[in-house]
């Protein structure tokens, strides 16, 4: 198998960018130091090296969530009728 002729170039950068775009922040921001310019200092990997599922998950689990609302929404009681034999479905709030 000739490596020059495997196209890995065309592979890893659309994983890169699915990697940038990820849903964990560690992960999402590990996957950018790629599209920064190469005239910033080196990176060490050793620094990277304790990052595991588990740490990733337990720090995520971990963050302090952000309070959306100040107060407790008002309560909706909603009412949901079914009529399966003629196929109509109606709600009331």
């Given at each position: ?8 170039q ?84």
């Open positions: 198998m000739d490596p020059s002729k495997c196209n890995a065309e592979s890893y950068l659309w994983e890169i960018q699915a990697l940038q775009m990820h849903a964990v922040p560690t992960v999402s921001g590990l996957a950018r130091v790629f599209q920064d310019s190469l005239a910033k200092p080196l990176y060490d990997l050793e620094d990277f090296m304790d990052y595991t599922y588990k740490s990733m998950v337990d720090s995520e689990v971990n963050l302090k969530k952000r309070k959306f609302l100040e107060e407790e929404p008002p309560a909706v009681s909603i009412k949901v009728n079914q009529e399966w034999l003629n196929g109509t479905l109606w709600v009331e709030a």
